[in-house]
């Protein structure tokens, strides 16, 4: 199966860093991941992406395991503009986007 | 930079109507994609194009939906006829050119009811 797998839901303290879990056991060799977010009747936003190192951006940082079977998305300090659902998408060699279920993060003040 | 325009924002219609959405692209971005997004699921890639030829569809189910891009710039995707199971927010989004490694710029979407 090539879907991803990602708790339903995760709760944060604002101000407090957010791991984000992510499956992707069957991944290939060419396989991107990348991680997307949607907040409430938008389309979702661009996070990170990355193939086999630790990424980071002004966003968040994107930990991949070391057999690539599984990757965490960090959010070093969450805000309360951080609630929404986030997707750990698989982008293929032919270029082909797998989203998963998603994450809801809630952020309590 | 202007984002991805898509429209209408909102859409109702009966079972077995003809629907059609429109999509124009972040300029200068080759590839653009149609999702369909049913509520509480993640969104399924419906087709790709680059520039105006496809590079998948395999998720399109093409007895009922189609989708172009003649000019390699904008785009629209038809439903013909609309079933209940069509109700779902369809998702344009775009980026520079085919490849993992491109991020995605999505618009706000069209939301469908088929009643």
């Known amino acids: 199966d090539a879907k991803t797998t990602q708790p339903n839901s995760m709760e944060s303290n604002e101000e407090e860093p957010v791991h984000l879990p992510c499956n992707h056991s069957t991944i290939s060799g060419t396989d991107y991941i990348h991680w997307y977010r949607q907040l409430p009747s938008q389309g979702p936003e661009y996070v990170i992406h990355g193939l086999t190192s630790n990424v980071n951006n002004r966003m968040a940082s994107l930990a991949i395991a070391e057999d690539r079977k599984s990757s965490t998305l960090i959010l070093h300090r969450a805000t309360l503009r951080d609630a929404a659902v986030y997707y750990c998408t698989r982008v293929t060699g032919t270029y082909k986007y797998i989203f998963g279920t998603g994450t809801r993060l809630k952020v309590l003040a | 930079e202007a984002g991805v325009a898509q429209s209408p924002r909102y859409k109702i219609i009966e079972k077995r109507q003809s629907v059609a959405f429109w999509c124009n692209p972040i300029s200068g971005h080759a590839t653009l994609y149609w999702y369909q997004q049913i509520l509480g699921q993640g969104p399924k890639l419906l087709i790709q194009f680059q520039n105006n030829g496809v590079v998948d569809d395999s998720q399109l189910p093409k007895d009922r939906f189609s989708a172009e891009r003649l000019k390699g710039v904008d785009s629209t995707l038809k439903i013909q006829p609309a079933k209940l199971e069509d109700s779902a927010v369809y998702l344009c989004?775009?980026?520079?050119?085919?490849?993992?490694?491109?991020?995605?710029?999505f618009g706000p979407g069209t939301r469908l009811t088929v009643t």
């Open positions: 989004a775009s980026s520079k050119t085919s490849g993992a490694s491109y991020e995605q710029y």
